[in-house]
C-alpha cells in the first residue's frame, strides 16, 4: 500500500463514497462481526467478570507462576528472533546475489515452508526429536550416546522449532530490502577504497535496516502469540502465553482471565506494531510465488 | 583547488592482450591498449562492444580470462578494487542515499583512515572544485542529476586517484546539461591533470570530450586516435560507419593500389569513381566506398555520376539532399549553409562528383 | 603466480554460500523426511525406513473419522476461498478505484487478522461462537477462515491492481464501452491471474489453518488440522506422516500453480508494454 492509486480510473473517476463504501461493506461486515465483535467480547468479559475492575489483570502480572510464562515468552520469542536472524542473513544474501534458476529454487526453498502446514512441520520436530525419534536413532548409531536423550519438551527444542517455523518470515524482507540495494553502490564503495568487509558495515548494512527491523518485528510479533509449536513442542513444562490461555480456556474455563492474558498480549502487540509502523510491510509475504 | 603533483608515470596504464569471455562469447578479444598519464581516453563502441568490460577490468570487477594491466608499470591485474586507488563514477549516481553530501564525499578518506578535520577539510575542498560549497549538508536526493553526478565527480578525486574511471557518466541526464557537464568535466580535468577513461556508446560525446578515442565493436579493437584522425582517416569499415555519417557503396577495385594510393573504384551501380585505399587492393578485387555526404559535391557540369534529387532538408546551417543514383543507389549529400556551393531542387537532375582523398576503399574479405 | 590468481575474497564467499545451502536444508529437511519414513512398513517411524509398503496411506483412506475431518476442511476450504475472494477484491477495488470515506481505519483492519496472534482471535471467537451456537459448524468455521484469508487476498488483488495500467480503462471507455463492461472486459481479464492466485492462497490458508480450528470445533465436527493435532497429541502415528506428505505434496501443487500465475501476469504485462 505503499504506491499511490492511479489517478485515471474505472470511468475516468473513482467510485463515489457512497459506492466505495457498498464495496467495502462486505469486508467491514465480516471484521466487524467475526474480528472486532469477538475481541471486544473477550476483553469486556476480561474487565467486567467476576467485577468491574482490572483484578483480571493484576492477578496475571503478580501471580510468579503467570509471570514465569510471560518472562519465558518474552525470552523464547527473543531467542527465536536472533536464531532467525542469524540463519536468514546468509540465505537472504546468496538470494540478492543469484539470479534465474538458482533465484527459483532457493526461493523455493523459503516458500514452501512458509507456505506448508505449521502442523506438518511441527509434527516434522516431534518425529525428528521424540526419545526414539532420528535425531536419536543418528547419535546412537554413531556411539555418541548409550540413551536416548530428552530432546522434546525442552526450551532449546522450541527455540529451535519455531525459529524454523518462522524463518521465512525473516528471510523475505532481508531479500527484498538487499535486492533493492543497487550493486553499484557496494561497487563504488570498494571503489572508493572500502574492504568488502568496510563496504557492508558501512553501506549494505545500514541500507538494509529496514528489511532486518521488519522482519525481526514480524518474527518477534508471530512468536510471542504463537500456539501450535510451543503446544506440541513445548508442552505443560515450556509453557508460553498461548497455550496458557489455551489452557485457562479449556481446562479452567476461565475465561475473564484468558480475556485479560489476551489482553496482555495484545497490548505488546499492537505497541511493537505501532512503535515500528513503517517496518511491518505485511504485502512482503504475499504474491511472493 | 586540486591538483596532482606530475609524479612519474603514475597515471599510466598499460592493457595488454586482455581477453574476457563469457560463456562462448569473447567480451574482450585480445585488446591492447597503452592510456598516456595525464591523458583523456575515451572507450566508444556499441552495447556488446566489450568497452564497460576493459573498464570493469580496469576496476577490478572483472578478472581478465588472459592478459594483464599495469598501473604505472605496476600489475594490477588481479588486485581487489579498493586497493587499486583508482576513482570511478558510474552510469547512475552511487551517492550513498543514508549519507550527506559531505560525509558521501568524505567516505573514501574515511576508508583510508583519515582523520575526521583533515577529512572534512579535504572533502569540503573537493566540494569547492565541483562548485558545490553550499550543498554539503544535503542529503543526496535532494540534488538534482547533474548536482548529484558532480558529488560523484568530488567524492571519486578527494582522494587524489592517479585515475579516473568514467562508466557513462552522463547518460542519466538531459541533452543541455549532459553538454555542460562534458566541458566542465573536461575542464575539471586539464585542471587537475588526471588520466579518465571514459566509457561512452554517444560519438559526439566521446569526439567533444577525448584526446584520443579508442573504438570498439565485438570486443576488439577497432582503431585508437585522436577524434579528428577517426573521422577523417577511419581504418576499418566499421569506424567509418559508426563515427559521423558515411555513405557506403560497394564496387570493385579497376587497378591494384597499394595502402594510401589512389584508386579507380568500378561502382556496382555503374561509372568509375576515384577513391584512396586503406588497405592494399589487388585488381578486381570488391571493395567498400565510405564517402561523408559533406564531402561529395555537385559538379557544375563535367564527368561524374548522374542521379536526381529525391528529398531536400533544410536545416539552418547546412542543407542535405536525399539522391538517388543511376544505378539505385541512394545517397545523402550536405551543402554547408553560406559557403556559395550549387544547389539544387527535388526532382532536379544532378552530376556528382568527389576527390579521391575523400572517398575511402576498404578491402572487402570474402 | 598461481596464487595471486585465485580471486580475492573467494574463501569468504564461499564460506558465505555454504552456510546458505546449510540453512537451505535446514529449512527443507524436516518436512522432506517424512515423506520416506511415511512409507516405512512398521508401527514406529524410522529412518531409514526398513521396506516400503503404502500400508499407512491406506490406513488414512480407511479411516471414516480422517476422510470425514477432510472433507469438512475441504467444503470450508471452498466456501472459506469464495467468500475471502469475492469480498477482498471488492474491498481492494474500493481501496485503489474509490473515495472511501475512513480509508486509513480500513487499512488498519485489513492488517488486523495478521497482526492479532490467532491464538487471541481464537479464543475470542470460541466465546462468542459458544453462546451463538456456531462452534462445530460449517457457517461458524466458514466465517471464521474468510476473516483469517481476506488480508491475503486483499493484498494480492491490491497488487495486481497496481500493475494494471488505467490508462487502457480509459482506452476502452474511448472505445464506447460503458463502466461495467469496461470492468467486465478489460480490468477483471488482467487481473484474474492475481484474483485466481489469490484464491488459491485463500484455500490453502483455511484448509491448513490450526488454531482456530482447535478451538471452534467439536466432538463430531472437526476439520482435518484439527484432527491432526489430537492425533499428534496423543500418538504419532505413521499414519500422521502419510497425511503429512499428502498435505505437503498439495502444497508444492498450489505453490506451482500460483507460479505459473504469475507468470502468465507477467506475460501480460510485458506484452502490454512491449
Known sequence: MSRRPSRFLLGGRRFSPAASLALAAPFLLLLLVVFLLPLATLLHESLFVPEPGIGNYARALQEPVYLRVMLRTLRIALFVTLLALLLAWPLALLMARSKGLGLALLAAAVLLPLWTSVLVRTYAWMVLLQRNGVVNQMLAQLGLSDQPMRLLYTEGAVVLAMAHVLLPFMVLPIYSALKGIPEDYSRAAQMLGASPWASFREVTWPLCLPGVTSGCLMVFLLALGFFVTPALIGGPQQMMIATLVSQQVREM???????????????????????????????RFVGQA | MLTLDPGRNAGSIAIEGLVKRFGPVRAVDDVSLDIRAGEFLALLGPSGSGKTTILMAIAGFEYPDAGRILLGGEDITWLPPNRRNLGMVFQRYTLFPHMSVLENIAFPLKMRGIGRAEREERARDALRTVQLEQ???????QLSGGQQQRVAIARAIVYRPRVLLMDEPLSALDKKLREEMQIEIKHLQREIGITVVFVTHDQTEALTMADRVAVLDHGRLQQIGAPRDLYEAPQTEFVAGFIGETNFWS????????????VAVRLDGGGVMPATAVSPLPPGGRVRL???PERLRIAAGGEGLEARVTEAIYAGNATTLMLQAAGGQMLRLRIPAG??????????AVTLGWQAADARAFAVTP | MAAARSRPNRAGRMALNAAAYAVTVFLLLPTLIIIPMSVGPERFLRFPPAGFSLRWYAEYFHDAEWIA?????????????????VAGTMLALALVRGRLPGRGLVELLVVGPVIVPHVALAVAMFLVFERLRLTGTLLGFAMAHTVLALPFVVFTVLAAL????AELERAALSCGAGRFATFRHVTLPLIAPGVVSAALFAFIISFDEPVVSFFISDLDRKTLPRKMFEDIDYNISPTLAAVATMLTALTVLALLAGFVLKRAAERRAAARNG
Open chain 2, 290 to 292: 565510405a564517402l561523408r
Open chain 2, 339 to 348: 559557403a556559395g556551393l550549387p544547389e539544387a531542387a527535388v526532382g532536379e
Open chain 2, 135 to 141: 550543498m554539503g549538508a544535503r542529503q543526496p536526493a
Open chain 1, 253 to 283: 474455563l476461565d475465561w475473564p482471565f484468558a480475556g485479560a492474558l489476551v489482553g496482555i498480549l495484545l497490548f505488546f502487540v499492537l505497541m511493537l506494531t505501532l512503535l515500528f509502523r513503517r517496518a511491518v510491510r505485511l504485502d
Open chain 3, 162 to 165: 497496481y500493475r494494471f495500467d
Open chain 2, 251 to 262: 564496387g570493385t577495385a579497376a587497378i591494384a593500389a597499394a595502402r594510401g594510393e589512389a
Open chain 3, 69 to 85: 475431518a477432510t472433507l469438512f476442511s475441504l467444503e470450508v476450504g471452498l466456501i472459506a476461498a469464495f467468500c475471502a475472494t
